[in-house]
C-alpha cells in the first residue's frame, strides 16, 4: 500500500498578518476555496526554484534546457528565457495557469467563483476531456482548447449570451 503525503508545506509562521493578507487577497482573485490551494502553487514553485539554482551552480546546460522548456510548455515562462526567470516566479504565475482562471477570462463563466462550479459539475472540458479539476494547470497548447462539455447543458449561459 502506498504512503500519501502530503503536496504542500505549510508557512512556517502561522499568525503573520501581512502573509494572511496576502493569501486573502489571492483566495479573492483567484476564486481558491482554501489557502492549501495557494501553498500547492507555492511549493511546487519551490521545487523549480530549487532546481533552478542547483542547475546554475552545476551549469548543466542541457538539463537548463531542460527545465526552462518545461516552464515554457506549462506556459509560466516566455521564449528565450534564463534560470533568473525562473527564481523570480510567483505563485501569481502559477495561479494564473489554472483552468478556474482560464473559464473566468474566457467568458464562459459569469464571475471566478462561478467558473469553480461550472469545472466541478463537470460542464467544462478542455480538448474535448471532461476535466472537474479547477486546479488543472493549462498548458499553451490546451489554452485554445477550453470550451462547453459537448454533454453539457449550459452553453448559452454565457456573460454575453445572457
Do not use: C
Not at 527545465?67 to 505563485?91: H, W
Not at 494564473?96 to 464562459?108: A, G, H, I, M, P
Not at 489554452?143 to 454565457?158: H, M, N, P, R, V
Amino acid at each position: 500500500m502506498r504512503k500519501i503525503k502530503k503536496k504542500f508545506q505549510k508557512p512556517r509562521s502561522p499568525w503573520d498578518s501581512e502573509r494572511i493578507k496576502k493569501e486573502n487577497d489571492l483566495m479573492k482573485t483567484y476564486g481558491l476555496t482554501k489557502k492549501r490551494e495557494i501553498w500547492k502553487a507555492e511549493s511546487i514553485l519551490r521545487s523549480f526554484r530549487r532546481r533552478a539554482r542547483s542547475l546554475a551552480a552545476k551549469r548543466d546546460k542541457n538539463q537548463e534546457k531542460i527545465l526552462i522548456d518545461k516552464l515554457y510548455r506549462m506556459g509560466l515562462l516566455e521564449n528565450g528565457a534564463n534560470l533568473d526567470v525562473v527564481l523570480s516566479l510567483t505563485a501569481e504565475n502559477l495561479l494564473e495557469r489554472r483552468l478556474q482562471t482560464f473559464v473566468s477570462k474566457k467568458n464562459l463563466a459569469n464571475t471566478i467563483k462561478h467558473a469553480r462550479q461550472l469545472i466541478t459539475h463537470g460542464h467544462i472540458a478542455v480538448d474535448g476531456r471532461k476535466i472537474i479539476y479547477p486546479s488543472f494547470i493549462v498548458t499553451r497548447e490546451l489554452e485554445d482548447k477550453i470550451s462547453f462539455y459537448k454533454g453539457s447543458d449550459l452553453k448559452i449561459a454565457t456573460k454575453t449570451g445572457g
